[in-house]
């Protein structure tokens, strides 16, 4: 592992390969249950967690750490989305890979509504939802243009939990990468919510994902690249990366 030094992050690590990225950001979200039994966290979904959640699961089945008193949030959903319909739901991926593997109980689990008749009142609802349960860690990816969340480029820092337009860049990356036919539009939380966290995990791996984050480590701290955000509370951020977006990000 080799620590990337940064003027307002406070931890960078690379990793040699992804399983060992996985691991370490694992070891993020258990070591925060391990200091509270009860944290809130918030968990994001997409490729780059695959890992991670399956690293989590194999710890906590090989040693004692509960979740069952945690709660669990998460960062967006598609809408409309039915989790027991559609398979891009991102409901239904927490529900598989993070809520049963950890046996998360029902009640403590704050899903967004996508099948809401009214998705800027569910915004609302969920903003509450988080207002009433601080976050102790805020687990992110990046995506295209920066995006948190669904917080895509020009979406103000001071945003919370909304109902948006995905960017064209993240349609066409759902629609090549994802090959799913997902809706164009989502319920978010805003970048806001994220920096409330105590704590931020962010976790990259590969060459797009290195340019999307040389763009925020490097470039203008700027509602147009929404994960530049994270440098203005970068003492509570740390992100967990593989060698080769590193390696992007020092060729840079
Ligand atoms: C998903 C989310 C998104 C993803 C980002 C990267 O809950 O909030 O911001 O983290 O789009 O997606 P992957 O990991 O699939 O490349």
């Given at each position: 592992m080799r620590i990337l030094t940064h003027p307002e992050i406070a931890r960078i690590e690379s990793w040699e390969s992804i399983n060992l990225m996985a691991v370490a950001a694992a070891n993020v979200i258990l070591e925060s249950v391990r200091e509270n039994p009860e944290a809130m966290i918030t968990y994001a979904t997409g490729n780059t967690m695959v890992p991670v959640y399956e690293a989590t699961e194999t710890i906590v089945n090989e040693t004692?750490?509960?979740?069952?008193r945690t709660r669990a949030a998460h960062l967006d959903e598609y809408w409309p989305a039915n989790p027991d319909l559609d398979e891009f739901s991102f409901v239904r991926y927490l529900r598989d890979r993070v809520f049963k593997p950890l046996k998360i109980p029902l009640g403590q689990r704050f899903e967004i509504?996508?099948?809401?008749?009214?998705p800027s009142e569910e915004a609302l609802r969920y903003d509450e939802v988080l207002s009433r349960n601080p976050v102790a860690l805020a687990i992110l990816g990046i995506g295209p243009?920066?995006?948190?969340?669904?917080?895509?480029?020009?979406?103000?820092?001071?945003?919370?939990t909304h109902f948006t337009r995905l960017s064209e860049e993240t349609i066409r990356r759902d629609h090549d990468e994802r090959r799913l036919s997902t809706p164009k539009t989502a319920i978010t939380q805003g970048t806001a919510n994220v920096l409330e966290a105590d704590r931020i995990l962010m976790v990259a791996f590969g060459s797009e994902k290195g340019g999307y984050l040389f763009e925020a480590l490097?470039?203008?701290?700027?509602s147009e690249c929404?994960?530049?955000?994270?440098r203005t509370a970068g003492k509570k951020v740390t992100i967990i990366i593989d060698e080769t977006a590193a390696g992007v990000l020092g060729a840079k």
């Open positions: 004692d750490i509960p979740f069952q509504d996508g099948t809401a008749a009214d243009g920066g995006h948190i969340g669904f917080n895509e480029r020009g979406t103000p820092f001071n945003s919370r490097y470039g203008l701290i700027s929404p994960a530049s955000a994270l």
